[in-house]
Nanobody, 121 residues
Framework: VQLQAFGGGLVQAGGSLRLSCAAS????????MGWFRQAPGKDREFVAA????????AYADSVKGRFTISRENAKNTVYLQMNSLKPEDTAVYYCAADRLWKVQSLSYDYWGQGTQVTVSS
């Protein structure tokens, strides 16, 4: 499956962005999905995950209550709604797909190319 993440940009602290991850090649309903991010000089870290049917979600503590992961399998798309953004949310955001429920593991089989999110103070 090929993944493409988009929707990043520059936003002021306290603002919102919605990232999208569009899949092609395979139907997304067969895959659990995750969002990860990587800030300059830091390791890639888990942000959020959703099970193939959207029935189970998981979040990193740092984004709980501010970010929401959702999916529209009919559109082969997964979203990450990011509210109350902070400068420390600045990173390249990646979506990932796997047939297994891997949650925060970095061993997802498929990765998108990433989209830059920059939050100014």
């Amino acid at each position: 499956v090929q993944l493409q993440a988009f929707g990043g940009g520059l936003v002021q602290a306290g603002g919102s962005l919605r990232l999208s991850c569009a899949a092609s090649g395979r139907t997304l309903s067969n895959y659990d999905m995750g969002w990860f991010r990587q800030a300059p000089g830091k390791d890639r870290e888990f942000v959020a995950a959703t099970r193939w049917d959207g029935g189970v979600t998981a979040y990193a503590d740092s984004v709980k209550g501010r970010f929401t992961i959702s999916r529209e399998n009919a559109k082969n798309t997964v979203y990450l709604q990011m509210n109350s953004l902070k400068p420390e949310d600045t990173a390249v955001y990646y979506c990932a797909a796997d047939r297994l429920w891997k949650v925060q593991s970095l061993s997802y089989d498929y990765w998108g190319q990433g989209t830059q999110v920059t939050v100014s103070s």
